[in-house]
């Protein structure tokens, strides 16, 4: 009886990520006029400078951590420190920073 061929062919299935109009244009908005950026996560809604008013010292972060805790300014930082997150609900928050920004 000859061999039967178990090689399955596996499809590859490439997923691309679709801007979101709105977003990207509130974000180039507060960034043309210098507005905050207001992001929501887990019920509370945090003010973000508008990405041209980040402070400087944002270009030096050597992480994420350390670049959204500068975004953010201590007190709003800690604030979100309270919630005690995870580093899942980090990136999650993160993305949520980068995307209101236009990052």
Known sequence: ???KNTDAAVETVETVEV?????ELVAAEAEA???LV??????KV???PSPMDFPV????ADNDFEAARIV??????????KTR?????????NEKISKATGN
Do not use: C, K
């Not at 010292?57 to 030096?60: I, K, S």
């Not at 997150?85 to 928050?93: A, C, G, K, N």
């Open 1 to 3: 009886m000859p061999a």
């Open 72 to 81: 953010l300014g201590e007190e709003q930082w800690q604030e979100y420190r």
């Open 57 to 60: 010292d944002v270009v030096f």
């Open 19 to 23: 801007p979101d109009a709105d977003t």
């Open 85 to 93: 997150p995870t580093i899942r609900d980090f990136q999650h928050f």
């Open 33 to 35: 006029t210098g507005e």
């Open 46 to 48: 945090y003010s973000l």
């Open 38 to 43: 207001e992001v929501e996560h887990n019920g």
